[in-house]
């Protein structure tokens, strides 16, 4: 069974701030993907890191796929009260249906 | 409209109610979704349908039953339901079911009385 282990569960932080959260498996992923989750709604797809290693940003967020596949993190600067969510990973398999899910992080990011 | 659409939002039902939740996709895409999100858990597949075909059933109980009479909608029609079945539900749809990214749905919150 592939898991994936995200940390820490929960964050409150000051505007302004910067932070890292983590998800971490035993299993190799062929891709991962970050959601972020408001709430009373579904996940909203930020990115989706492939390649062993790889950096992407999008605007003050950067995700990061570990060398062997089976780690990423996700790096805010300047943390915002918008970017309060949960943020959830999941990982794919090459020829799997599922998408395993993380638990997420929940982050509050306070004015 | 855009994306991936569920109705309702919002339902309450009791154990003995037969009820249906309803989805659909404008993206175009081939494969859909059934989720649910409970609390502290992460979310839990349920169901994919691609082109139509049911490919996955994930030991679901069969007082879920879902129906995807094309490409573009998917119903998950709730049976005799216990208070442990309430949660968020989730459909989402992507281009192909294997690999690939997941577009969601608002939800519905549904909670068994």
């Known amino acids: 069974t592939q898991l994936l282990e995200q940390s820490p569960q929960f964050l409150s932080i000051q505007e302004g701030e910067n932070l890292t959260v983590y998800c971490n498996s035993s299993?190799?992923?062929?891709?991962l993907q970050w959601y972020r989750q408001e709430p009373g709604e579904g996940p909203v797809l930020l990115v989706t890191v492939v390649t062993g290693g790889e950096v992407k940003k999008l605007k003050r967020l950067t995700f990061q796929f570990g060398d062997a596949r089976k780690d990423s993190s996700l790096h805010i600067t300047a943390a915002q009260p918008g970017d309060t969510g949960l943020y959830l990973c999941?990982?794919?398999?090459?020829?799997?249906?599922?998408?395993?899910f993380g638990k997420g992080t929940l982050l509050t990011v306070n004015p | 409209e855009t994306g991936v659409t569920q109705t309702p939002r919002h339902l309450v039902m009791g154990m003995t109610n037969k009820k249906s939740l309803k989805c659909e996709q404008h993206?175009?895409?081939?494969?859909m979704y059934w989720y649910k999100q409970s609390a502290k858990k992460p979310l839990e597949l349920m169901f994919v349908y691609n082109f139509k075909e049911q490919t996955e059933n994930n030991s679901v109980p069969s007082r879920f039953s879902p129906e995807c009479p094309n490409s573009s909608h998917l119903f998950l029609h709730l049976h005799t339901l216990q208070p442990e079945d309430s949660a968020l539900y989730l459909c989402?749809?992507?281009?192909?079911?294997?690999?690939?990214?997941?577009?969601f749905g608002q939800g519905t919150r549904l909670t068994v009385v």
């Open positions: 989402a749809s992507s281009r192909r079911a294997v690999n690939t990214e997941a577009f």
């Open positions: 299993s190799v992923f062929s891709s």
């Open positions: 999941a990982g794919a398999s090459g020829s799997n249906y599922k998408l395993t």
């Open positions: 993206l175009g895409h081939n494969a």
